[in-house]
């Protein structure tokens, strides 16, 4: 057992855990943050993403001991605190969810791709997306999602940058 103390949401967390548990389950077991969910263990579905530093990780395969000091975790309970982010906006707007078991590594996803690039083209949606699985095939509609908070945070800020038009594979 080690002590680690991590910046999860903006809170400060102390945990007690072995080294090389998996970020997921201190996350769910340990700080009580159930929003990320366990899909296959193996970091193939993306059930379980979650930010470090901005940038999206697989939390079931990130032992707790990568996470340097310092360093912040986001969760989808950390992206907004009444679901008023524009991506889960647009999420809600477009639909997407059926089972919904995917969808917080979806969003979480999301989120990342457009905050470094607030312009997708399918192509980027395609690269920044593809490792996330959803079962329900909701392809279409995240990809709309995805379009439609890109271009009301343009419009929001005042960018005229035209979105591009959406095609689907």
């Given at each position: 057992?080690?002590?680690?103390?991590?910046?999860?949401?903006?809170?400060?967390?102390?945990v007690?855990?072995d080294p090389?548990?998996?970020?997921?389950?201190?996350?769910r077991?340990?700080?009580?943050?159930?929003?990320?969910k366990f899909?296959?263990?193996?970091?193939?579905?993306g059930a379980?993403?979650?930010?470090?530093?901005?940038?999206?990780i697989?939390?079931c395969?990130?032992?707790?001991?990568v996470?340097?000091?310092?360093?912040?975790i986001t969760?989808?309970?950390?992206?907004?605190?009444n679901?008023?982010h524009?991506v889960q906006?647009?999420?809600i707007?477009e639909?997407?969810p059926?089972c919904?078991?995917?969808q917080?590594?979806?969003?979480?996803?999301?989120?990342?791709l457009?905050k470094?690039n607030?312009n997708?083209?399918?192509?980027?949606?395609?690269?920044?997306?593809s490792?996330?699985?959803?079962?329900?095939?909701t392809?279409?509609?995240?990809r709309?999602a995805i379009?439609r908070?890109?271009?009301?945070?343009?419009d929001?800020s005042?960018?005229t940058?035209?979105?591009?038009?959406?095609?689907?594979?």
């Open positions: 057992m080690a002590s680690f103390t991590l910046s999860i949401n903006n809170q400060s967390h102390t007690d855990v090389q548990m998996p970020l997921l389950w201190v996350i077991d340990f700080v009580g943050l159930t929003g990320t899909g296959c263990g193996m970091a193939l579905c379980c993403t979650v930010h470090l530093d901005g940038n999206p697989r939390s395969s990130t032992p707790i001991s996470v340097q000091s310092g360093q912040k969760t989808i309970e950390g992206i907004s605190t679901t008023d524009p906006l647009a999420w707007e639909q997407v059926q919904g078991y995917c917080s590594g979806q969003i979480m996803s999301a989120v990342a457009l470094s607030p997708p083209t399918d192509d980027d949606i395609d690269a920044a997306m490792g996330n699985i959803c079962r329900c095939g392809y279409p509609r995240i709309k379009k908070a890109a271009k009301q945070a343009q929001k005042g960018q940058t035209p979105v591009q038009k959406t095609s689907y594979k």
